[in-house]
Each structure stands twice: as structure tokens, then as C-alpha cells.
């Protein structure tokens, strides 16, 4: 059987391994270091977010800042339904409660005439959520100038999940600078990696100190082990920091390869549509720029001769490439399945009918011709 062509593989550059040896000769392989300083330096510099702390995750990020937040038990906060659970089980950590809001049509994201409505019920029963966690999907920016105007029309603070959004932007303010807080994620299959690692930002210096806190087992500041605060271990490693500064010196590239990657496989389906099918693509609406971390379809057998999702997914399996299907809304999750959710049927079609292409930014042309010559076979079999 040929090679696995992966949905998202790492993509290492020239001066990772450069970062880690220096890591390695100096002895900084512990938590914190220079790596770890200039790395959040870096992200400060390519989200324009005025602080940055380097964590072990994204959600580690999420949990922090709901901590920051005051979030408790029985608190409400909000969340957009269609993303990773990364999103929503950080307010499981605190007994807070998740109420889940639908996506609208243009963007996949969380929908601000639905949250508008959810918040205005909520403050008419008297709790309003102590936050709400919109999530850039795929690398799309949500409608953030909507959400944050809702959000301060409630006074309710919005934690800004870009985990998968590094690079993208909106008229040129990144994604990740909007909320109270931006999350980032560099899990391995993510636009940039550090294996596996994250990010809190924010324009607020003494939150950011007290995220680095918590995130370092809350020690005081004494010559024993002191705490009087309940502690994490989630700073980022020096080691990891310095994949990280290898990482980010070819954010760009990155972008451009997933940018083009899309831009193939668009110009690709234009012949089978043309041909009477229909797939969709996750389009940018105007001054809206994405990273396009994964490329992704929707394919509604009603329009497309009744060809569905699962036909090209197991296809595809079966030629050893991955694809994977849209994520599935939280709303939908058994975990969740109690949780108030405001809903439009948005992200439940999404979920029916959609499916994420091989996007990794190291695709090379000979691959894309095993992917190409799969999805022929698979639409002569349906024309």
C-alpha cells in the first residue's frame, strides 16, 4: 500500500533543530528559559497582543483564563458548539455550566444573532454567563467585531479560541487579539507545532503575570515551597519554546502552502461542479483572511447526484489518505447532551455533510495526484 498521506502532518523548517541543540548545550532543558522568552515574544509580535504567556496547551490556555475570569461552579459560560472539545471541557474543570450557541452560514462560527438572544434571555432570568468562547473554525475568523460588541452590550468578557487561526486575520487585526483573552494551540497537527504546547494572550499585563502563576504550581514567593493558591503545571518547556522559535520563522510560508493547498483543491472541484455536482467550500466573507489550517467540503447528497460525505471519506481510507469529518457540535456530544443550546440547524448540517481534505502545508504535488485521481474515480462512479 503507498505511503499514509495525512490530514495535517508536522512541518519542520531549518532552525528548530538549532533552537533545541542550543537548548540542550547551555542545559536549559527545564521549564522557563530564554526559549521560552523569546517565543512569547514572537507571539506578541505576530498576534500585536501586548503579553504572552507559553503553555503546555490550549486548553490548559482556556482553563487559565476562565480561572482569570472568576469562573465557579455553577457559573454559566457560553461556547460556540461546533469545535474541538478542548473548547468546552475547560468549564467542566471549574462545575461551570456550558450552554452551547449554533453557527451562522458565512463563517461556520458561532452565530451572533443566536447569542444576542441568549444572552438577552439569560439576563432576563437574572445570570448572565461569566464568559463566552467563540472558536475561529478551521483558521475562518468568527464575526468578532458582532460578537465583542454583543458581548460588551452585556458586559460579559469573550475568551477568543483561535487554536486554529494563527496567521489569519480580519481587515489585519490577527486572530487572537479581540477577546479579553486569545487562545493558540501548537498541537502537532496545527498550523505551526512545538509538539505539543499553547498560548494565552491578552492586553492585560497583571493577568498574564498571574496566568504564568497559576501556570507554574502557583508558588509563592518564599524560600520554601509555599501555596496559597491552587496551582497548574502548565507552563511550556524551554525545549518546546525553541521548536516553537523555528516554527514561527515560517509562519508565512505556512500560510501560503494552506492558502494554495485550498486554492488547488478549489480550482479542482470547479470541473465537477461545472460537471452538475456541488461541493461547497468554507468561502472568507469581505476583509476576512484565512490561514486555511484544513481545507474542507460539504457535500449535500441532494445536490450532488447523491454522492455524500462517508462515500468520499471511506474512499479515501481506503487509498490510505485521511480526511476526517467536520467537528462534531458539542450540543451533539453525549458528555453534553443535558446543556442548554441555542440552535438553527447550522452546525448539525455541517457536521451531516462536511469533510476536511488533506491540508498539511508539506503536501507534495505527487500526493495531491493520488488525492485527485481518488476523487475522479470516486465522482465517474456518481456522474
Same mark, same amino acid.
Given at each position: 500500500m503507498s505511503n499514509k498521506i495525512w490530514l495535517s502532518s508536522p512541518h519542520i523548517g531549518n532552525n528548530e533543530l538549532q533552537y533545541v541543540n542550543e537548548a540542550f548545550a547551555t542545559n536549559w532543558i527545564a521549564p522557563l528559559g530564554p526559549h521560552v522568552n523569546a517565543f512569547e515574544h514572537g507571539l506578541q509580535e505576530q498576534t500585536k497582543s501586548s503579553h504572552a504567556a507559553a503553555l503546555s496547551s490550549g486548553t490548559s490556555a482556556i482553563h487559565l483564563a476562565l480561572i482569570l475570569l472568576g469562573v465557579k461552579a455553577g457559573d454559566a459560560v457560553f461556547c460556540q458548539s461546533i469545535t474541538f472539545s478542548a473548547s468546552a471541557n475547560p468549564i467542566a474543570y471549574q462545575g461551570a455550566i456550558p450552554v452551547f450557541i449554533d453557527s451562522e452560514s458565512d463563517t461556520w462560527n458561532m452565530d451572533p444573532v443566536l447569542l444576542k438572544a441568549a444572552l438577552e434571555e439569560a439576563k432576563q432570568n437574572g445570570k448572565l454567563p461569566k464568559a463566552i468562547i467563540p472558536v475561529h473554525l478551521y483558521g475562518m475568523p468568527a464575526k468578532m467585531e458582532d460578537i465583542t460588541s *454583543?458581548? !460588551? #452590550?452585556? !458586559? $460579559? +468578557? $469573550? *475568551? #477568543?479560541d483561535a487554536a486554529e487561526a494563527l496567521g489569519s486575520n480580519i481587515e489585519n487585526k490577527p486572530c487572537g487579539s479581540f477577546g479579553e483573552f486569545g487562545v493558540l494551540s501548537f498541537n502537532g497537527n496545527k498550523i505551526i507545532t512545538t509538539s505539543g504546547g499553547g498560548a494565552l494572550l491578552s492586553e492585560n499585563a497583571k493577568m498574564i503575570e498571574k496566568a504564568r502563576f497559576l501556570a507554574t504550581q502557583a508558588r509563592d514567593s518564599a524560600p520554601h515551597y509555599q501555596h496559597s493558591h491552587i496551582g497548574y503545571n502548565y507552563r511550556m518547556s524551554n525545549v518546546l519554546a525553541g521548536i516553537g522559535r523555528g516554527q514561527l520563522e515560517v509562519l508565512s510560508d505556512r500560510v501560503a502552502a494552506r492558502r494554495n493547498n485550498f486554492e488547488r483543491y478549489k480550482n479542482y472541484f470547479a470541473k465537477h461542479n461545472n460537471a452538475g455536482f456541488n461541493i461547497q467550500f468554507q468561502e472568507e466573507p469581505q476583509g476576512y483572511y484565512s490561514n486555511r489550517w484544513l481545507t474542507c *467540503? $460539504? $457535500?449535500? +447528497?441532494?445536490?450532488n447526484k447523491g454522492l455524500t460525505r462517508e462515500v468520499i471519506r471511506l474512499a479515501m481510507d481506503e487509498e490510505n489518505i485521511e480526511t476526517r469529518p467536520l467537528w462534531k457540535p458539542m450540543? %451533539? %456530544?453525549?458528555? =453534553?447532551?443535558?446543556?442548554?443550546?441555542? @440552535? !438553527? /440547524?447550522?452546525?448539525?448540517? @455541517? =457536521? #451531516? !455533510? /462536511? @469533510?476536511? @481534505?488533506?491540508?498539511g502545508s508539506n503536501l507534495t504535488g505527487e500526493e495531491f495526484d493520488r488525492i485527485f485521481n481518488c476523487l475522479d474515480i470516486i465522482f465517474s462512479k456518481h456522474s
Open positions: *454583543i458581548a !460588551n #452590550e452585556y !458586559n $460579559v +468578557p $469573550v *475568551i #477568543e *467540503i $460539504v $457535500v449535500d +447528497p441532494t445536490k450540543h %451533539q %456530544q453525549p458528555i =453534553f447532551a443535558s446543556s442548554k443550546s441555542y @440552535l !438553527n /440547524g447550522v452546525s448539525d448540517k @455541517l =457536521f #451531516e !455533510n /462536511g @469533510l476536511c @481534505l488533506p491540508s
